[in-house]
């Protein structure tokens, strides 16, 4: 990263502003972390797998919000996929746990990005879940 940063500064200064402007902000839920594509897969698997206990309704609005406003989407990853299905934790793909996390997310109406949400700890800890915009 920062060789990266130092080429970037001998060749293109312009770009280096934009660069770093990304780096320093935290991502958030408004940031398009997700794309469409895959909260269709995550819709698919929560009605597969999650609707036996749960409503989408759980995950969307107020109930949403109360919950995860301000924490790392890291946190609704930790209890999504370290302890549900409730009968069954972690018996999901990675994958399958991060579309269903874009599902929420389209349920909260954030907006869409170019690329999937990432599975995994580390990457879901880049981003905060903040209002929508
Ligand atoms: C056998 C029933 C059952 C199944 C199936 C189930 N859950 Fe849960 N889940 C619960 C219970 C009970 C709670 C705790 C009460 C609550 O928060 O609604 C909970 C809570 C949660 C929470 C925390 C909600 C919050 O705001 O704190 C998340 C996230 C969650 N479940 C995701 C899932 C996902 C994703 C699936 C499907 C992969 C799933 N659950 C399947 C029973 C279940």
């Known amino acids: 990263m920062i060789r990266c940063v ?13 660069v770093d402007a ?16 895959q909260a269709e897969r995550g819709k ?26 301000g924490k790392a989407l890291k946190e609704l990853w930790d209890v999504a996929s370290g302890t549900m299905p409730e009968d069954n934790p972690a ?20 907006p869409t990005g170019d690329a999937d949400l990432p599975p995994g700890a580390s990457p879901m800890a880049a981003i905060k879940v903040e209002k929508k915009k």
């Open 6 to 18: 130092l080429l970037v500064t001998a060749l293109l200064p312009v770009t280096l502003v934009a």
């Open 44 to 69: 698919k698997a929560f009605s597969e797998k999650c609707t036996t206990c749960h409503d989408p309704s759980r995950f969307s609005g107020e109930a949403f919000h109360e919950s995860w406003d």
């Open 91 to 110: 018996s999901l793909k990675p994958q399958e746990y991060a579309d269903i996390i874009a599902y929420f997310l389209q349920l909260n109406e954030y």
């Open 22 to 37: 990304r780096q320093a902000a935290t991502k958030t839920t408004n940031s398009g972390v997700f794309t469409a594509a």
